[in-house]
């Protein structure tokens, strides 16, 4: 059998008949894709055809030349002027003698093929992995005008400057030139870098060949290894050689990583091992991504990421070519193995890269495909506080703060193309909600927001300073949403009144407001309408509210209108619709207001006791107030506070009048106060529907639970709250409890005896 193999490659030569001028030429046929390991060579029986191959087999002999930099050669009536390509008949694609070596390589200029006449078609693409042999006689004309144009139009299809780099990467991986040369070589392929910077496969494997170059020098220099830094915004998806060896050095010595080589080992990983997957955090954001790695890494690893090295890791130094048939390795000299970078442990490098990204994220968004936005307010405001401040965002700040204090009414449109940039909406909701976060960055907040339940803006917004913000979005606590229905339902009567602010005062006192959230509401009053909320809007806005929760907040708006200190017919409907909203009626209504003005005129008509550290040594001790305890003779009443009581009730009445009309009935209308009124009002003090509940209990000392509820409903009052407002009475009036609370509920009877009154 061997000697039947040696026959075949020691037969005679015969002439090579692919290169006559008679070769029919054809469509390109499809690239190969991937290494020719696969085929089989048929050796067929007769001796004819075995001699035939031979023959061929033996006549393909290199005969191509390398042009250097400096010659110029004419093809086809094209002139290339700086040389730097193959030319000849056969050239051979595998230099290191694999199965490829009767292919011809894909670099060479082959003179003998046919080449199409005319003006060339610059939109004709090779497709991948192009071979000059194989491509058609019109894109061999496309690639010969390039080539004689300068090598430097962008506008080709990228297989034109690959096939041109097809012969650079032989002539310095396969042919090893002069140095003089070499240098020459190399900046070549940095040129072209630098010219297609926009393709990445082509930075990838232009990259590859100046690292590997570099390798080819450093092998039996190692302090030259050691000072060889990588250039993170050119890394590839791959780990080039020279990376490999420097990690693994590394590792081997035990030698810590700094930034530069950790970051660039942790993003030249395979994406299957580290999880690391392409992602937009990583390209759109790749400067800043880079920049807080660097930052975060100070932190973490201040003195370096130790990469720890395993015994059975070898790395295999293989440099990847553009071409598909090119192959080359490299062997340290003194080093018996060296550990392989992909096959150590990165476990704590992913995850800081891991929360990088998701910190870049928003930015990476925002930024746009081709960094379009990049210097936008929107993109700066996104970044990281770690990255500080930059000058559009201080630009920004500048601006707010020149703005009129505490509040300051700015257009839509000056705001939103200061946040956004020209040409860009901003009246969506994810706009306002954008801007909201943007101003928080700043320590600044806006009305509406529709973050805080506002709705979306309007022409206007109001913007004002917020404190200790600390570049994040100040939350808001439950009393703020209810302080802000309340302004919502009678903000506007309020602001007719010129009354508003005095209601924000009340509401923040009564509801522990924080300075932002009464900011905040401030701002909302101003934005209010003229015309007051409709019905139907308030039950839409209650809705979301506990039903519990329903009449406190209606209580404490009804308080708080009378806090302000005027109530008028508008401040009236407005009470009457929230009101509505909560499913009560008017009656409850005119009992809190009536309660609430029973309170403010007996805290206002108490003596106010004052003493001086001074008094307690000379003249006489100011008296302090009677005491509400029983006399011997029954309860006293003090005639003036009821007096009080009932010119406050009459004002309530002349101002629900207009509106009541139809219910004029069933408002008690008091008369004015005389020494009379004892005999003509049993209750005096109590509410008019209190009053009337307590009538019908009195009938009987004790109720069942179920049967005082039944009552109280029949009147229109919640019973807990008629309950506590009949106890609070008798607490004012005798000092003691009238009804004790329970199941049956007992009525001190003893207490209403003495009551004034009573005998009617």
Not at 297 to 312: A, C, I, V
Not at 662 to 674: G, H, N, R, S
Not at 678 to 690: C, K, P, S, T, Y
Request: hydrophobic share 40%; proline share 7%; aromatic share 8%.
């Amino acid at each position: 059998m061997f000697s039947w193999i040696k026959r075949i490659f020691s037969a005679p030569e015969i002439s090579d008949t692919t290169n006559k001028e008679t070769r029919k030429e054809t469509i390109a046929s499809p690239p190969t894709y991937g290494l020719s390991f696969n085929a089989q060579h048929v050796f067929p029986n007769d001796e004819e055809s075995l001699e035939r191959y031979r023959q061929s087999r033996i006549h393909k002999k290199d005969d191509a030349r390398w042009v250097c930099p400096s010659e110029k050669v004419t093809i086809h009536g094209f002139e290339i002027t700086d040389g730097m390509v193959y030319v000849g008949n056969f050239l051979t694609a595998a230099p290191d003698g694999d199965w490829n070596i009767d292919t011809p390589a894909p670099c060479l200029i082959r003179p003998s093929l046919k080449v199409a006449s005319g003006a060339p078609q610059t939109n004709l693409d090779l497709g991948y992995w192009p071979s000059y042999t194989d491509i058609t006689p019109n894109q061999r004309l496309t690639y010969l005008h390039w080539l004689a144009s300068g090598k430097s139009d962008t506008s080709y299809p990228m297989g034109y400057p690959f096939l041109y780099f097809y012969g650079l990467e032989r002539r310095l991986v396969a042919d090893s030139p002069p140095i003089d040369e070499e240098a020459l070589l190399v900046a070549e392929v940095e040129r072209l870098r630098s010219l297609f910077r926009k393709n990445g496969s082509f930075v990838n494997y232009s990259t590859e060949l100046l690292n590997f170059i570099e390798m080819k020098h450093a092998v039996t220099d190692i302090p030259r290894v050691e000072a060889w830094k990588p250039e993170l915004a050119a890394l590839g998806d791959h780990m080039s050689p020279l990376l490999q060896v420097k990690l693994g050095l590394h590792a081997l010595r035990g030698m810590p990583l700094d930034v530069d080589l950790a970051m660039a080992g942790i993003l030249s990983l395979p994406p299957h091992l580290t999880g690391l997957w392409p992602r937009i955090t990583t390209t759109r954001a790749r400067p800043e991504f880079i920049e807080l790695m660097r930052h975060r890494f100070t932190q973490k690893f201040p003195h370096g990421f130790r990469l720890r090295d395993k015994k059975e890791s070898r790395l295999d130094l293989n440099y990847r070519s553009a071409s598909q048939y090119l192959h080359s390795s490299i062997k340290f000299e003194g080093i018996d193995r060296l550990p392989d970078p992909a096959q150590l442990t990165w476990t704590k490098m992913i995850k800081l890269c891991e929360g990088a990204r998701e910190d870049l994220s928003a930015f990476a968004k925002v930024v746009g495909k081709e960094r379009e936005h990049a210097d936008s307010m929107a993109a700066a405001l996104m970044l990281p506080a770690e990255l500080g401040e930059r000058e559009t965002v201080r630009s920004f700040r500048a601006w707010l703060d020149d703005l009129p204090q505490p509040l300051a009414d700015v257009p839509l449109e000056e705001l939103g193309p200061r946040c956004f940039g020209s040409g860009k909406a901003a009246s969506g909701l994810r706009q306002a909600r954008d801007m909201s976060a943007m101003l928080a960055r700043v320590g600044y907040g806006m009305e509406p927001d529709p973050t805080y339940g506002g709705t979306k803006p309007g022409e206007n917004i109001i913007l004002f300073r917020i404190s200790n913000t600390q570049g994040q979005l100040t939350p808001v606590g439950a009393d703020f949403r209810t302080a802000a229905l309340i302004m919502t339902a009678i903000g506007p009567a309020a602001k007719a009144l010129t009354l508003g602010q005095k209601l924000v005062d009340a509401l923040t006192t009564r509801l522990q407001l924080t300075p932002h959230e009464t900011k905040r509401l401030t701002a909302r009053l101003r934005l209010l309408p003229e015309r007051l909320p409709t019905l139907g809007r308030l039950k839409t806005i209650v809705e979301s509210i506990e039903p519990e929760q329903q009449t406190t907040i209606a209580s404490l708006a009804a308080s708080a209108a009378l806090t302000i200190g005027e109530t008028d017919q508008n401040m009236m409907v407005a009470l009457e619709r929230l009101y509505e909203a909560v499913g009560h009626g008017r009656r409850e209504l005119y009992t809190v207001l009536h309660q609430s003005n029973a309170a403010a005129a007996s805290c206002a008509s108490e003596p106010i006791v004052i003493e001086d550290g001074k008094s307690r040594r000379r003249g006489h001790r100011i008296p302090a107030p009677p005491s509400k305890a029983k006399s011997q003779e029954g309860i006293v009443i003090d005639m003036s506070k009821v007096g009080v009581i009932l010119r406050e009730t009459k004002e309530v009445e002349e101002i629900l009048a207009p509106i009541y009309e139809d219910e004029a009935a069933e408002i008690p209308v008091p008369a004015a106060a005389t020494p009379t009124l004892e005999r003509e009002m049993r209750f005096v003090g109590l509410g008019h529907d209190q009053a009337r509940l307590l009538e019908a209990l009195v009938n009987q000392p004790e109720w069942t639970r179920s049967g005082f509820e039944a009552k109280a409903r029949e009147l229109g009052l919640m019973p807990d709250g008629a309950l506590e407002a009949i106890n609070e009475w008798a607490y004012d009036t005798f000092d003691e409890e009238l009804i004790v609370d329970g199941d049956p509920l007992i009525i001190n009877m003893a207490l209403l005896a003495d009551a004034p009154g009573a005998a009617s």
